[in-house]
């Protein structure tokens, strides 16, 4: 497999702020992958799904740079 970009990921989802609460979350990195600790259930489900999506994006990118340095050889 490949290694995500971890510190993007951090530093993305640090820089939010509870639109009700107005804290910042912490981004945990784990052995499984890491753990978004939040003030609230919404704003960490607000956050669970925007990491979801930039794991997406960096997945699909990953891919096709694979696909294209596989071809290109």
Do not use: W
């Not at 009700?20 to 960490?44: M, S």
């Not at 990953?62 to 340095?69: E, I, T, V």
Request: proline fraction near 3%; aromatic fraction near 10%.
């Amino acid at each position: 497999m490949f290694d995500l970009n971890y510190d993007l990921i951090k530093r993305e989802i640090e820089s939010e702020v509870c639109k009700e609460h107005h804290l910042h979350p912490e981004f945990v990195k784990t052995d499984d992958g890491f753990g978004i600790k939040a003030c609230c259930q919404p704003f960490h489900a607000e956050l669970v799904a925007k990491s979801e999506k930039m794991i997406e994006e960096e997945t699909k990118s990953f891919l096709d740079k694979m696909m294209k340095d596989m071809f290109n050889e």
